[in-house]
């Protein structure tokens, strides 16, 4: 029986960066075709790690710089997605195993400064970070998830 794959096996994907025709309705101006990049895990981590204490980034920043970087009209908002997540999981492997410089996954908001559910820890875990680098978390309200009340973008 084959053992899982650990979320930081997960990071390496040979097959990545790549970059290929972008859906048709993923296009603002419709009237041509556009490229997309697929990241690699590894760069949407590099991302992550460039992001100093007190500072803040979104998803959807991660994607324009990768964009940007490649010279492609867009970058995959489903793989970045899946990617941001391998980067926490991967980081709280490496502290899980003793390691103390990871990934500072944790300053990694939704665009509207919410926090994310799915990271190690859950909301609870991120906030606490977050407020141990001088963030103001925002109770959530109703289905609504906590957020953070001034987005200092990197």
């Known amino acids: 029986m084959k053992s899982r794959r650990t979320w930081r096996e997960k990071m390496d994907n040979p097959n990545l960066p790549?970059?290929?025709?972008?859906?048709?309705?993923?296009?603002?101006?419709?009237?041509?075709?556009?490229?997309?990049?697929?990241?690699?895990?590894?760069?949407?981590?590099?991302m992550i790690r460039s992001v100093r204490k007190g500072r803040l980034i979104t998803v959807t920043q991660i994607r324009e710089a990768l964009s940007q970087k490649h010279?492609?009209?867009?970058?995959?908002?489903?793989?970045?997605?899946?990617?941001?997540?391998?980067?926490?999981?991967?980081?709280?492997?490496?502290?899980?195993?003793?390691?103390?410089?990871?990934?500072p996954y944790w300053r990694v908001v939704k665009d509207d400064g919410s926090l994310n559910p799915k990271f190690p820890g859950g909301i609870t875990a991120q906030a606490e970070r977050l407020r141990d680098e001088g963030h103001h978390i925002l109770p959530g309200r109703g289905k609504r998830p906590p957020r953070v009340a001034e987005m200092v973008l990197r």
Do not use: Y
């Open 18 to 46: 790549k970059v290929v025709d972008a859906p048709p309705n993923w296009m603002k101006n419709q009237s041509r075709n556009g490229s997309m990049l697929i990241p690699s895990p590894h760069q949407v981590d590099s």
């Open 71 to 103: 010279m492609t009209d867009l970058t995959c908002p489903l793989c970045t997605g899946i990617f941001v997540r391998i980067a926490a999981e991967a980081a709280a492997e490496d502290a899980r195993a003793g390691k103390t410089r990871i990934t």
